[in-house]
């Protein structure tokens, strides 16, 4: 796969409330397919699922995290918008592991490491 921005969507992109995209591939018979959205998937016109966010989040999180972490991650994250502050799920997303204890906040559940 080789991105190849094009200036024509990117002028639009910046001037309206659109998010062109276009995908084009071409395959080894020279045989050439063109798609072409307005308002891609997670655009504010075409938003993603909470179960789509949730799929994405965890295929790009669970390389990272361990399941139980992770899963604290994602319950604190889809309420952060209820939270007084970012505080405790910045802590909860950039604590480490030290001797065998995870130190963070608790205000999304259980201690980590308990």
Do not use: W
Not at 59 to 78: E, Q
Request: proline share 8%.
């Amino acid at each position: 796969m080789i991105p190849r921005p094009d200036a024509a969507l990117g002028h639009i992109f910046e001037t309206t409330d659109r998010a062109p995209t276009r995908l084009e591939v071409v395959l080894r018979s020279g045989a050439r397919h063109v798609l072409d959205v307005e308002y891609p998937r997670g655009s504010p016109k075409n938003p993603a699922t909470r179960a789509e966010l949730e799929v994405k989040f965890d295929s790009l999180a669970a390389p990272i995290f361990t399941a139980g972490r992770l899963a604290r991650i994602k319950a604190a994250l889809f309420t952060l918008e209820n939270a007084p502050t970012i505080r405790d799920f910045a802590r909860l997303c950039a604590q480490t592991e030290r001797d065998g204890v995870i130190d963070c906040g608790t205000q999304y559940g259980t201690p980590i490491g308990q």
